[in-house]
Protein backbone atom coordinates (compact mmCIF):
# COMPACT_ATOMS: atom_id res chain seq x y z
CA UNK A 1 0.00 0.00 0.00
CA UNK A 2 1.27 3.81 -0.90
CA UNK A 3 2.01 6.55 1.97
CA UNK A 4 -1.64 7.90 0.16
CA UNK A 5 -3.25 4.83 0.15
CA UNK A 6 -2.62 4.33 3.87
CA UNK A 7 -3.23 7.61 5.05
CA UNK A 8 -6.70 7.70 3.17
CA UNK A 9 -7.86 4.24 4.90
CA UNK A 10 -9.63 3.83 8.03
CA UNK A 11 -8.35 0.92 10.51
CA UNK A 12 -10.37 -1.66 9.24
CA UNK A 13 -8.15 -1.25 5.86
CA UNK A 14 -11.06 0.17 3.56
CA UNK A 15 -10.91 3.43 2.20
CA UNK A 16 -12.74 6.69 3.90
CA UNK A 17 -15.34 8.09 2.12
CA UNK A 18 -15.13 11.72 1.14
CA UNK A 19 -11.01 12.01 2.64
CA UNK A 20 -8.80 13.83 0.12
CA UNK A 21 -5.82 12.78 -1.37
CA UNK A 22 -2.54 13.55 0.71
CA UNK A 23 0.31 14.61 -1.02
CA UNK A 24 2.98 12.15 0.32
CA UNK A 25 5.71 13.87 -0.80
CA UNK A 26 4.87 16.88 1.08
CA UNK A 27 4.49 14.64 4.37
CA UNK A 28 7.56 12.99 3.60
CA UNK A 29 9.50 16.09 4.08
CA UNK A 30 9.29 17.55 7.87
CA UNK A 31 11.82 20.25 9.55
CA UNK A 32 14.40 18.17 11.14
CA UNK A 33 16.15 19.59 14.86
CA UNK A 34 17.73 22.53 14.32
CA UNK A 35 20.75 22.60 16.98
CA UNK A 36 22.47 25.71 17.96
CA UNK A 37 26.28 26.32 17.18
CA UNK A 38 26.75 26.75 20.96
CA UNK A 39 30.45 25.20 20.96
CA UNK A 40 32.78 27.35 22.54
CA UNK A 41 30.17 29.34 23.98
CA UNK A 42 30.86 30.79 27.85
CA UNK A 43 26.66 31.97 29.10
CA UNK A 44 26.47 34.45 31.12
CA UNK A 45 24.71 32.55 34.11
CA UNK A 46 23.63 36.39 36.23
CA UNK A 47 19.55 34.77 36.66
CA UNK A 48 17.84 31.85 37.88
CA UNK A 49 16.82 31.49 34.18
CA UNK A 50 19.62 32.03 32.63
CA UNK A 51 21.51 29.07 34.58
CA UNK A 52 18.18 26.96 33.98
CA UNK A 53 18.16 28.03 29.97
CA UNK A 54 21.91 27.63 30.08
CA UNK A 55 21.87 23.50 31.61
CA UNK A 56 18.86 22.70 29.46
CA UNK A 57 21.34 23.74 26.85
CA UNK A 58 24.10 21.61 28.18
CA UNK A 59 21.64 18.26 28.19
CA UNK A 60 21.08 18.79 24.46
CA UNK A 61 24.69 19.32 23.67
CA UNK A 62 26.76 16.66 22.03
CA UNK A 63 29.98 17.50 23.59
CA UNK A 64 32.12 17.77 26.91
CA UNK A 65 31.10 21.09 29.06
CA UNK A 66 33.61 22.83 32.03
CA UNK A 67 31.50 23.37 34.70
CA UNK A 68 33.14 25.54 37.31
CA UNK A 69 31.26 25.23 40.53
CA UNK A 70 31.71 28.24 43.63
CA UNK A 71 34.05 26.79 45.51
CA UNK A 72 36.12 27.30 42.55
CA UNK A 73 36.88 23.17 41.22
CA UNK A 74 36.35 22.83 38.06
CA UNK A 75 34.83 19.67 36.52
CA UNK A 76 34.86 18.62 32.76
CA UNK A 77 32.69 16.17 30.44
CA UNK A 78 29.41 15.04 29.32
CA UNK A 79 26.31 15.92 31.01
CA UNK A 80 23.86 12.94 30.71
CA UNK A 81 21.17 14.17 33.27
CA UNK A 82 19.28 16.44 35.08
CA UNK A 83 16.78 17.33 37.61
CA UNK A 84 15.04 20.96 37.29
CA UNK A 85 13.24 21.31 40.85
CA UNK A 86 11.27 24.31 42.28
CA UNK A 87 14.57 26.39 43.02
CA UNK A 88 17.90 25.95 42.36
CA UNK A 89 18.83 23.93 45.24
CA UNK A 90 16.66 21.37 44.40
CA UNK A 91 18.18 21.41 40.46
CA UNK A 92 20.51 18.91 39.98
CA UNK A 93 22.22 18.32 36.57
CA UNK A 94 24.89 15.05 36.46
CA UNK A 95 27.93 14.45 34.20
CA UNK A 96 30.04 12.05 33.62
CA UNK A 97 33.63 13.54 34.19
CA UNK A 98 35.92 13.28 30.58
CA UNK A 99 38.93 11.87 33.08
CA UNK A 100 36.73 9.76 35.27
CA UNK A 101 33.81 6.85 34.89
CA UNK A 102 32.49 8.08 38.12
CA UNK A 103 28.98 10.14 37.67
CA UNK A 104 28.78 13.16 39.79
CA UNK A 105 26.06 15.33 40.77
CA UNK A 106 26.28 19.14 41.18
CA UNK A 107 23.34 21.09 42.35
CA UNK A 108 22.40 24.12 40.03
CA UNK A 109 23.11 26.45 43.21
CA UNK A 110 26.70 25.17 43.53
CA UNK A 111 27.01 26.62 39.54
CA UNK A 112 29.43 29.22 39.22
CA UNK A 113 30.48 29.38 35.78
CA UNK A 114 29.51 27.21 32.35
CA UNK A 115 31.36 26.80 29.19
CA UNK A 116 30.63 24.56 25.87
CA UNK A 117 34.10 23.46 25.95
CA UNK A 118 34.26 19.81 23.94
CA UNK A 119 34.01 19.82 20.53
CA UNK A 120 29.89 19.04 19.35
CA UNK A 121 30.51 15.31 17.89
CA UNK A 122 27.57 15.55 15.70
CA UNK A 123 27.99 19.10 14.27
CA UNK A 124 27.57 18.62 10.14
CA UNK A 125 26.30 15.36 10.28
CA UNK A 126 23.07 15.95 8.91
CA UNK A 127 22.12 13.72 5.94
CA UNK A 128 21.98 16.33 4.05
CA UNK A 129 25.78 17.03 4.47
CA UNK A 130 26.16 13.14 3.87
CA UNK A 131 24.38 13.12 0.83
CA UNK A 132 26.47 16.04 0.00
CA UNK A 133 30.10 14.52 0.45
CA UNK A 134 28.28 11.39 -1.17
CA UNK A 135 27.81 12.51 -4.68
CA UNK A 136 30.75 14.78 -4.40
CA UNK A 137 33.26 11.45 -4.06
CA UNK A 138 30.25 9.66 -6.89
CA UNK A 139 31.14 12.36 -9.24
CA UNK A 140 35.03 12.23 -8.45
CA UNK A 141 34.52 8.40 -9.50
CA UNK A 142 35.04 6.48 -6.37
CA UNK A 143 33.71 3.03 -5.59
CA UNK A 144 31.86 1.53 -2.87
CA UNK A 145 30.91 4.43 -1.06
CA UNK A 146 29.53 4.32 2.54
CA UNK A 147 28.76 5.75 5.83
CA UNK A 148 32.11 5.51 7.76
CA UNK A 149 32.45 6.83 11.38
CA UNK A 150 34.61 9.68 12.49
CA UNK A 151 37.37 8.84 15.14
CA UNK A 152 36.06 10.22 18.63
CA UNK A 153 38.98 12.04 20.13
Known amino acids: MSGT????????????????????????????????????WIPELASEDDIRTA??????YRGDVTITRKDGTKI????????????????????????SSTRTMISYSDI???????????????????????WEKKAAGEKNIGIEAEELA
Open 5 to 40: EHINHASSGRPVAGSPVADVDKLEVVDGTVHEAIEG
Open 112 to 134: AALAFTGRDTAAGKSFEAWMKKY
Open 76 to 99: EGYVFDRRAGATLQESAVRILPKD
Open 55 to 60: LEKAFD
